[in-house]
């Protein structure tokens, strides 16, 4: 399995709603990341989670929560979004946070805040 | 290029005919890079990357050139293919842990 599957695809959720993003790798990889993506727009980094704990904190607002509870998963709570918040959501895994290692990215998630 | 409100910088092409895309990159203490091929709907994709210590390296089809001295690279696609049409991002690694992408290139291959 060389994939990193995100779910939903797409979501759509009003400002008071509390929804969580999900992504899953089977790859062994330890370093999972979280990157946002604005149309015609590079991804942005998010948070960074080594091992299963979080080492990388972009300065995100606190609606975004991320959580990773195992080595295969990496969620993403979302409460309270803003319609500026509407994004490509894309997950990525490497094998190890050091450099010389590439990302395998996620398709992503279509977020709508209505 | 850099990106100006929503549009991004396009190159078009001729089938056939080979690509540059080009990146500048902002920190001298990146010492890995990394080109991603986007295509709508989907994530990056890995291309081929390069580690600071050399200048050039090789794929199928595919070489980026490093440039430390002015902080560029560039993307050369050889008989740039319709499949090639997409956006490209350069990514630099500064530290660790760290990816940050370029502003993107959109690749538009005429048939």
């Known amino acids: 399995d060389t994939e990193v599957t995100q779910t939903p695809k797409h979501l759509v959720m009003g400002m008071t709603n509390k929804k969580s993003l999900k992504c899953e790798q089977h790859?062994?990889?330890?370093?999972m990341y979280w990157y946002k993506q604005k149309a015609k727009k590079p991804p942005e980094l998010m948070f960074v989670?080594?091992?299963?704990?979080?080492?990388i904190n972009e300065s995100v607002p606190s609606r975004f929560s991320p959580e990773c509870p195992n080595s295969s998963l990496l969620n993403l709570h979302l409460h309270a979004l803003q319609p500026e918040d509407s994004a490509l959501y894309l997950c990525?895994?490497?094998?190890?946070?050091?450099?010389?290692?590439?990302?395998?990215f996620g398709s992503g998630t279509r977020l709508t805040v209505v | 290029g850099e990106s100006v409100g929503l549009h991004l910088p396009t190159l078009s092409v001729q089938e056939g005919d080979n690509s540059i895309i080009n990146c500048a990159y902002s920190?001298?203490?990146?010492?890995?890079f990394i080109w991603y091929k986007q295509e709508s709907g989907k994530g990056p994709q890995f291309i081929i990357d390069?580690?600071?210590?050399?200048d050039k390296r090789q794929g199928q089809r595919v070489t980026v050139l490093l440039n430390k001295t002015v902080k560029h690279l560039s993307l050369q696609i050889a008989a740039t293919q319709p499949g090639d049409s997409a956006v490209y991002f350069c990514?630099?690694?500064?530290?660790?842990?760290?990816?940050?992408f370029g502003s993107g290139t959109k690749l538009n291959v005429k048939p």
């Open positions: 990525a895994s490497s094998l190890r946070v050091q450099s010389n290692y590439g990302y395998t």
């Open positions: 790859m062994g990889h330890r370093a």
């Open positions: 989670y080594s091992y299963e704990k979080l080492s």
């Open positions: 920190n001298s203490a990146s010492d890995y």
């Open positions: 390069i580690r600071s210590n050399m």
């Open positions: 990514a630099e690694n500064p530290l660790e842990g760290k990816f940050y």
